[in-house]
């Protein structure tokens, strides 16, 4: 008994003492049309319990441990103007040993509150973020990929007027690799991958939209994190002929340079390379950062689908015409298009490649990566090698060139 009355003291003890064990080290808040994510890091795993509360909306998350420091009480000053769900921060001591954050919200919400552990640069991290609460505007992840939209062909007797017309826009799903708390690769002289992507992007976007018949669709257009099979959810979702990601290479090495185009495997990669370079890529996830509850959602949904193969093969051809594309513009790192298990290109009905620019780890290249008139270069050899992809493999639904012209 009185074992157990000392233990039971000592317990409590201990339990007083770590009252304050964790320490903030560091607050992020990336607003993004998609959606608003609050990273909240520590030096040790924080325990957390959150709830919402109506008229006003708000979002009240306790946590446990920490307390009242620089890093909380810059919180309310991250909030933008822009940020379509979050209009203030504020936080308090609740009870003992409990820190109240209270985000007063312009909107209601449908909340993820996450834990993740270190990983990368990053220490523990508490995640929160905020979806729209409407129907419409389900958790992104978990909303299933819409069905691929097939031209019905016209009745042998319908008028002429009637008949569908093949001369729709020809869509191109642009992804600028990494953004907000993925980072990417990281330049000699600090240049972010995460960065340049999306310059590379937007220019290759401006250049597809003043083509006739082409139109852009960019997975993100800002500094936030999109988890890899949301950007191929969303270029699904829109129905995308094309998807091509945008990255930046990077190696142990500084003398590694060069530009590589890669398409998915499905038997394993071409080289150790490219399977290094996918998983390295495929990690984007991890140091950003996703809910494991949707990750497995996702896994799940994932079986073989038998039009991967075909969708592989137009991939190839995609990749090639790019890559000769850019052979004009810069060293190519490797001769022919590579293969591995990107996650980003696993459309199972949208020919989809990797382009990796050049290397931010090498000085030269990060140099050239940073320039704009170089962007613009690499921008239009893009554009070229999809152009003469289209050429030579019309989409279905629009066989003719004719109708493309239209
Ligand atoms: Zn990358």
Partial sequence: MAGFRFIAGLALALLQASAFAGMLTAARMWPSPDYTRITLESDAPLNFKHF????PERLVIDVEGIGQ???LANLSAMVTAADPYVANVRSGLNRPGVMRLVFELKTPVKPAVF???P???????LVIDLYAATAA???MAQAPPPEKAVPASAPATAPANLAPKFNRLMLVAIDAGHGGEDPGARGASGSLEKHITLKVARKLKEKID????MRAYPTRDGDYFIPLHHRVN??????ADLFVSVHADAFIRPEARGSSVFALSENGATSAAARWLAKRENDADLIGGINIDVKDQYLKRTLIDLSQ????NDSLRLANYVLKEIGEVNTLHKNDVEQAGFAVLKAPDIPSILVETAFISNPEEEKRLNDDAYQDKLASAILAGIKAYFDKHPPAGRTTKVAREM
């Fill in 52 to 55: 919402t509360l109506s008229n």
């Fill in 119 to 125: 990983m990368g640069d990053y220490g523990h991290r």
């Fill in 309 to 312: 193969t075909a969708t592989i």
């Fill in 234 to 239: 969303k270029a699904r979702g829109v129905k």
């Fill in 69 to 71: 420091s620089e890093t």
């Fill in 115 to 117: 834990a993740l552990n």
């Fill in 137 to 139: 505007a389900q958790d």
């Fill in 210 to 213: 003043a083509e006739p018949g």
